[in-house]
């Protein structure tokens, strides 16, 4: 299944609006991701950025306003000059005559000397503040005042009706000459202790604006970096952002036809509501990680023409009181907004959980989530796709009953298959095509990748790129089974153990210990037919090189199981390959002589015991689980364990001697498969069965040998 929509009833590719690119993409995307931070804020906030919108325009109108109505003045000032030249006139400043400084009131000289001329001279220093010098022409003097700011109030209201008013001259200072600069210079000096403070409050005006400037540059930076980081984890993704098609996901028809149908019953939702079916677009995805449920998804949004919100529900909280919840109600607030559009919450299992006996705040993220898919929604919120996503086992956890019955649809996830995973291969490969070598048998790589998600098969196909390229050749079989051995065992090294030869020994021991139990059945099984063997076994690779992951010094590379049931004799075969380990380690050095190195294998050998007795019956006399009694009765349970405890000893004991036993006979064998991988550090599997019928055949010759000498 290539393609989810259906011929004559869906919408195609063609049909949707054209993208916009460019410059209008970037505005576009811009405005939508203001507008989801606009609906996101408390009113408040909301009212304020209202109000200074308003008032940015409207304070910029009134300063042009300003400037203009001072630009018009000044021209209007300037023609008034006799002649329009300045200079002449009543511009002119009289230094023909000698300037002295006045004494007493200004007001007063005014009132009780005779007056021939008043010349102000004016200095602009704000829009609405001056410096001023009045110079008073009165027998053949000129007497220089500074006055103060109320004498200037009274000087202005008197000079309406006084008999000098009709004298005055307004002269610019930028207007006077030379000479006349000169004069007032030392006037400035004069009157410097009497001066009004215009000047300092200038400075303080600027002081201000600039603190003002700086405020607002610190608003809008802080604006900007909660903008920012709203979005980093708020974003929707546009249908046309997203990259790449359904077609990608390759073995999954069973999971796109699920798909489909959520697709077809949203572009038809009004037919579907004609028969009853109205209720909102809540999905649950589940299964293992890297199983494709997020490009699912977002494939899904590029089929609609729906943009997609992705975000992870384990970073739902902030570490504040309801952070969960607030974010919770914010992604709703932004998906109002769009109306119709796709909600992607992943990595929600704990959401899923049972409510009560945890952390507070958990249950109230999950109490909002419940409210969020309710049923009862405006029409509106019926549009929204909410598609949740989690990795959540119901074998194993217990899902909470309110929260699943708020999903329509639920589409399980699953590992793919031996043929799914052979196509998912082929399809990374061919995005490489020139670069693999023809004719390539990948069922090798396949077998190796039993339960492996298509997220790790793409792991292992781009690490066999990197060895290709770094060793200069092309991807053949060799390389991917370097990169699935890199991905799926990891980095090894041999140097942890080159100096270690006691060590070296011991390990390579215990792991011909588990493989020799193994191969022991499957000879049985098949007969000695080797190429059966080499088949079917799990085994890849012996090694004794070391995994820095989990501090092994040496590992069996080996295949995942293909059988998902087990018979009574398969786990008892599964626990004696396990003890093969440490048997060999007696055998060979001891029952002193055993090593730690068997932790691992001793705690698995527990869990399957258990399993079979406490859990399944097996060894009893009645097929019951008494290990799901021990939470209803704990004394009850003491004794069922002691019960238990003794068959789980009792066959753990059987088994290991059955293995000791098996392994006893196969001494010599393992000696020489010792020596062999001391000397080449690790051994594959066709390798280890050609050393094994090698030495066999050897035995028997040499058997042969001596029954004829003996005869």
């Known amino acids: 299944m290539s393609n989810l929509s259906k011929p004559n ?63 018009a003045m000044a021209e209007e000032v300037k023609a008034m000059a006799v002649g329009g030249n300045p200079g002449e006139g009543v511009w002119a400043f009289n230094d023909k005559l000698p300037v002295v400084l006045g004494s007493g009131s200004m007001l007063g000289f005014l009132e009780s000397n005779p007056v021939d001329r008043i010349a102000v001279i004016y200095e602009p220093l704000m829009w609405n503040v001056s410096e001023r010098t009045i110079l008073i022409e009165s027998q053949g003097k000129q007497y220089a005042y500074y006055p103060s700011d109320m004498e200037t109030r009274i000087f202005s209201d008197k000079a309406v009706t006084a008999l000098w008013g009709n004298k005055l001259h307004f002269i610019p200072r930028g207007e006077l000459s030379p000479a006349a600069l000169d004069v007032f210079e030392r006037l400035d000096e004069r009157f410097a202790s009497g001066r009004p403070r215009s000047e300092h409050d200038g400075l303080r005006a600027g002081v201000s604006a600039a603190f003002s400037a700086a405020l607002m540059i610190g608003l809008l930076a802080f604006l900007f970096i909660q903008l920012k980081g709203q979005f980093k984890s708020l974003k929707f993704v546009e249908p046309g952002q997203v990259r790449g098609s359904i077609d990608e996901l390759v073995g ?73 919840s607030n974010t919770l109600n914010r992604i709703l607030a932004m998906a109002k907004r769009r109306k119709r559009c796709i909600v992607f919450l992943d990595e929600a299992q704990d959401l899923f959980m049972k409510r009560g006996g945890r952390r507070k705040f958990d249950d109230d993220t999950a109490n909002t989530l419940l409210s969020v898919l309710d049923g009862v929604r405006t029409k509106s919120d019926a549009e929204i796709i909410w598609i949740v996503a989690s990795n959540f086992n119901s074998e194993t956890m217990q899902m909470d009953e309110a929260m699943l019955r708020r999903f329509q649809m639920k589409v399980d996830f699953r590992l793919p298959n031996r043929e799914e995973r052979l196509a998912i291969i082929r399809h990374y490969l061919s995005q490489r095509a020139d670069k693999v070598l023809p004719d390539l048998d990948l069922g090798h790589i396949v077998g190796v990748t039993e339960g492996r998600s298509p997220a790790d098969l793409e792991t292992i196909v781009n690490q066999a790129g990197i060895t290709a390229v770094q060793a200069g050749e092309m991807i053949g079989a060799n390389t991917l089974m370097q990169a699935a051995e890199r991905v799926l065992v990891g980095n090894v090294n041999s140097s942890t153990t080159d100096e270690r030869e006691r060590d070296r020994r011991i390990i390579a021991t215990h792991e011909w210990g588990h493989f020799l139990v193994d191969l022991e059945r499957e000879r049985q099984i098949t007969n000695d037919d080797w190429d059966r063997i080499l088949a079917d076994m ?119 001697a059955e293995t000791k036993a098996l392994l006893t006979d196969l001494m010599p064998l393992t000696e020489h498969l010792v020596g062999k991988l001391l000397e080449t550090s690790e051994m594959a599997l066709d390798q280890a069965l050609i050393e094994i019928r090698a030495f066999e055949a050897e035995q028997a010759r040499r058997q042969e040998q001596g029954r004829m000498a003996a005869a």
């Not at 085994?539 to 199981?561: C, D, E």
């Not at 294998?601 to 009893?620: K, N, P, S």
């Open 252 to 324: 999954m028809d069973d999971i796109k036809a699920e798909v489909a149908q959520i697709k077809d019953q949203y572009e038809r939702r009004a037919l579907y509501a004609e028969y009853g079916i109205c209720k909102p677009f809540n999905v649950m995805f589940s299964g293992p990680a890297g199983t494709g449920k997020t490009k699912l998804a977002s494939y899904l949004a590029k089929e609609l023409h729906l943009p997609i919100l992705f975000h992870s529900a384990a970073n739902l909280e902030t570490g504040y009181v309801a952070g969960g």
């Open 9 to 71: 009833e869906l919408p195609t590719a063609a049909d949707a609006p054209p993208a916009p690119t460019g410059l209008r993409l970037s505005v576009k995307k811009t405005a939508s991701r203001l507008q989801d931070w606009f609906v996101i804020q408390s009113m408040t906030v909301r009212l304020a950025l209202i109000a200074m919108a308003i008032a940015i325009p409207l304070t910029a109108f009134y300063s042009v306003t300003l400037v203009q109505k001072r630009a």
């Open 538 to 656: 799990k085994t890849i690779k012996i090694s004794l090189k070391a995994i820095p992951r989990n501090n092994a010094l040496g590992f069996v590379f080996h295949k995942q199981g293909t059988d998902l049931l087990k018979t009574k004799g398969d786990i008892e075969h599964d626990v004696r390959v396990l003890l093969g380990g440490m048997a060999n380690e007696e055998l060979f050095f001891g029952e002193d002589g055993t090593t730690n190195g068997a932790h691992n294998d001793i705690t698995r050998v527990t869990q399957l015991l258990h399993h079979a007795v406490a859990e399944m019956g097996m060894y009893r006399k009645t097929r019951l689980n008494f290990g799901a009694l021990a939470n209803d009765n704990q004394a009850t349970s003491r004794t069922l364990d002691e019960e238990t405890r003794g068959l789980m000893e009792a066959q753990s004991e059987r088994l290991y």
